[in-house]
């Protein structure tokens, strides 16, 4: 299964993942965005500025994929659609 990054349910389930495990913090952080700014944002953004992107990946890491993999049963390709770090290097 694969889930399309710009469904607003995706970056919602995205941001549940990221957070869920945090009980602790649901009250101060619960509204908290992990996610604001998606990468084809970032694109637009760089672009109006006169940059150019050089390196751009996202990526879960194996914490979380095995973390999720057990606590929700999810598959390695139903994984695959859920991001935990991004990385983006531009230049002007």
Do not use: C
Request: net charge negative; charged share 25%; no cysteine.
């Amino acid at each position: 299964m694969h889930i399309p990054q710009g469904a607003g349910t995706f970056k919602q389930l995205n941001h549940f993942l990221l957070k869920y495990m945090y009980t602790d913090n649901w009250e101060r952080e619960g509204n908290e965005n992990y996610v604001p700014v998606s990468f084809e944002q970032y694109d637009q953004i760089f672009k109006l500025l006169g940059m150019q992107v050089l390196f751009q990946r996202s990526s879960t890491i194996p914490y979380l994929k095995e973390k999720w993999s057990n606590d929700f049963r999810f598959s390695e390709a139903e994984l695959e659609s859920f991001m935990s770090t991004g990385i983006i290097v531009a230049k002007k």
